[in-house]
C-alpha cells in the first residue's frame, strides 16, 4: 500500500485510518520533526547509528515519513498479522514488530506535542481543567481483551469474572464533547472500578460535576458534586422517583460510553491484542486516545461546535 496512492481515495483512507485526509496531514506537520530527531540517531529499526544521519537512503524502507504514519495508522486500525502487514507494505515480516515498537512512541509525542494525550496523573487533571467551560466530566471504566497468560497467578489477576475473558483495564475521565482528559494506568482485568480509582485517585475543579455508575460507589473525589445511580435494595424496589432519575441520568452518562467506543475504533484495542508487553499494551491505549481527541476537536466532525480550524 502506498500512502500516496490510498491517499486520493478519501472513503478507503478514512477507513485504513481512522482519520480524514487533513486530519492526517495536520498530524503529520508534529510527527514528521519528531521522526526527523530520531533518525538522525537511530534507524528505523531501532539501532543506534555510529554517524549522524539526515536523508533517507533512496531505497529506504516505507521511504517518506507520510508513508511510515499511515504504515503505522493502518497496523493499528486493522491490527492485521504481521505477515499480512508486511505484504501490503513490502517488507519482511520480522520488520513489521520493529518498525512499529520504533514509530508508535514518536506517534505519542506528536499527539503529546499537539495536546492530544491525556493526562496519567489524576492529581494533575484540577490544574489543568480549572478552566474547562462547563466542569462536567463522566467517568467509567473499559477493559481490552488479552491472551490467556501461561502463568497461573497472572492468570487469576487478568481474569473478569464480569467479561468472561482475560482482560487489562482503564479508567477514563471525558467531558461532555467526548475528548479524553485522563486515562489511567493499565491494571489487570479483574481488579473493580472502584479500587482503581481509589489506588490513582483524580482531583477536580471545585464544584465539579462527576457522573459515575454504580461501580464506583463510594468514590467522591473532595469538593465534587457526584452524580451516580440509586441502587436497587435487596429484596425491594427502587421508587418511580429514583426509577427515573437512574433513567435521566443514564441517558446523560452514555456520553463516556461513546468516548470509549471511539477509542476503540483501533482494532488494536478492540480484539485481542496479540503483543504480551505491558509498556506496549498501555502505550498503545494512550495512542488510542490520543487519536480519538484529534478526532473530537477536528472541525471535520461533528462531536462539537467548538472545534479549531487545522493549522
Known amino acids: 500500500m502506498d500512502y500516496s496512492i490510498i491517499s486520493k481515495t478519501p472513503k ?19 510527527f514528521e520533526p519528531r521522526w526527523e530527531k530520531y533518525y538522525r540517531y537511530r534507524t528505523l529499526e531501532g539501532k543506534a547509528r555510529k554517524h549522524p544521519r539526515t536523508k533517507e537512503h533512496g531505497n529506504a ?6 508513508q511510515k504514519l499511515f504504515f503505522l495508522l493502518v497496523f493499528l486500525k486493522t491490527h492485521s498479522l504481521q505477515e499480512h502487514q508486511a505484504a501490503s507494505f513490502g517488507i519482511s515480516q520480522s520488520k513489521v514488530s520493529k ?6 512512541p514518536i506517534l505519542d509525542q506528536a499527539l503529546s506535542d499537539m495536546g ?14 480549572a478552566d474547562h467551560p462547563d466542569k462536567v466530566f463522566s ?26 475473558g482475560h482482560k487489562v483495564k482503564n479508567l477514563t475521565l471525558c467531558d461532555n464533547e467526548q475528548y479524553v482528559h485522563y486515562l489511567s494506568p493499565t491494571v ?33 473525589p473532595q469538593g465534587v458534586l457526584v452524580e451516580q445511580p440509586f441502587k436497587k435494595p435487596r429484596g425491594g424496589e427502587l421508587g418511580f422517583s429514583k ?41 498503545v491505549m494512550v495512542v488510542a486516545c490520543g487519536l480519538h481527541n484529534l478526532r473530537v476537536k477536528s472541525p471535520l466532525r461533528s462531536y462539537t461546535s467548538h472545534a479549531h480550524a487545522l493549522v
Open 12 to 30: 478507503q483512507f478514512l477507513s485504513l485510518t481512522t482519520l480524514k485526509l487533513e486530519e492526517f496531514e495536520h498530524l503529520l506537520k508534529f
Open 61 to 66: 524502507l516505507l521511504k517518506g515519513t507520510g
Open 99 to 104: 518498525i512499529v515498537k520504533t514509530l508508535l
Open 116 to 129: 492530544h494525550s491525556p493526562l496519567r496523573d489524576g492529581e494533575q487533571l484540577k490544574k489543568k481543567l
Open 139 to 164: 467517568y467509567d471504566g473499559t477493559d481490552r481483551s488479552i491472551n490467556r497468560n501461561a502463568d497461573q497467578k497472572a492468570q487469576e489477576k487478568e481474569f473478569s469474572g464480569k467479561h468472561h
Open 188 to 220: 489487570p482485568g479483574s481488579q473493580h472500578d472502584k479500587s482503581i480509582a481509589d489506588e490513582f485517585p483524580i482531583a477536580l475543579p471545585p464544584d465539579s460535576v462527576l457522573k459515575q455508575d454504580l461501580g464506583f460507589l463510594g468514590h467522591a
Open 243 to 283: 426509577k427515573l432519575y437512574n433513567k435521566l441520568l443514564s441517558s446523560t452518562r452514555i456520553v463516556v460510553e461513546h468516548a470509549n467506543s471511539g477509542i476503540k475504533r483501533l482494532k488494536i484495542v478492540k480484539d485481542i491484542i496479540r503483543i504480551h508487553s505491558t509498556h506496549f499494551r498501555d502505550l
